[in-house]
T-cell receptor, first 111, second 114 residues
Framework: GENVEQHPSTLSVQEGDSAVIKCTYS??????FPWYKQELGKRPQLIID?????GEKKDQRIAVTLNKTAKHFSLHITETQPEDSAVYFC??????????FGAGTRLAVHP | NAGVTQTPKFRILKIGQSMTLQCAQD?????MYWYRQDPGMGLKLIYY???????DKGEVPNGYNVSRSTTEDFPLRLELAAPSQTSVYFC?????????????FGSGTRLTVV
């Protein structure tokens, strides 16, 4: 079955720096890769996603890149702010829109 | 439009007890899912449903059962609670089709088995 690995598990940056989180997936049939942000005690919230026919997508300070050949995709956050502190999850889509999630990255942005 | 509603928000169970976690959505989504999230971990798929009367196992189905008698409701049943089932449970739904794959998550049920 699909396996999604996510790195790093924790990431600490200074406010204003960039943060990069990387994920790899195993199922070449996966065609949709969302990223979710989860604040403490809250439900996951979709922040950006990318489909397999696109190599890069940007939305203000966040961007996602996809390398289908290597089966990896990455989340890039520029000009980080303290409110970016949260746990971030990547996921890969399988049939019937099932999402297989990575284990998460705890991002801490220090003022 | 309430989205996905989960009840209860919190529950403490004793080992061996049973309970049903409720999930309802009002968006007419055919696809519904149950995930569990252990502390500091990602979400693991327990069961999913592609429509009324159709359910299937996910990654970690043991110890759980589901039913889908209507499009709106997708309850998750724990028959003999075990400490390993202590977790936060999220229900989610998504539309069918190819234009929007995005999930709508419920607010979660925090379950502790003692």
């Amino acid at each position: 079955g699909e396996n999604v690995e996510q790195h790093p598990s924790t990431l600490s940056v200074q406010e204003g720096d960039s943060a990069v989180i990387k994920c790899t997936y195993s199922d070449s049939a996966s065609n949709y890769f969302p990223w979710y942000k989860q604040e403490l005690g809250k439900r996951p919230q979709l922040i950006i996603d990318i489909r397999s026919n696109v190599g890069e997508k940007k939305d203000q300070r966040i961007a996602v890149t996809l390398n289908k050949t290597a089966k990896h995709f990455s989340l890039h956050i520029t000009e980080t702010q303290p409110e970016d502190s949260a746990v971030y999850f990547c996921a890969a889509r399988r049939g019937y829109n099932k999402l297989i999630f990575g284990a998460g990255t705890r991002l801490a942005v220090h003022p | 439009n309430a989205g996905v509603t989960q009840t209860p928000k919190f529950r403490i169970l004793k080992i061996g007890q049973s309970m049903t976690l409720q999930c309802a959505q009002d968006m007419n989504h055919n696809y519904m899912y149950w995930y569990r999230q252990d502390p500091g971990m990602g979400l693991k798929l327990i069961y999913y449903s592609v429509g009324a009367g159709i359910t299937d196992k996910g990654e970690v189905p043991n110890g759980y059962n589901v039913s889908r008698s209507t499009t709106e409701d997708f309850p998750l049943r724990l028959e003999l609670a075990a400490p390993s089932q202590t977790s936060v449970y999220f229900c989610a739904s998504s539309p069918t089709g190819t234009t929007n794959y995005g999930y709508t998550f419920g607010s979660g049920t925090r379950l502790t088995v003692v």
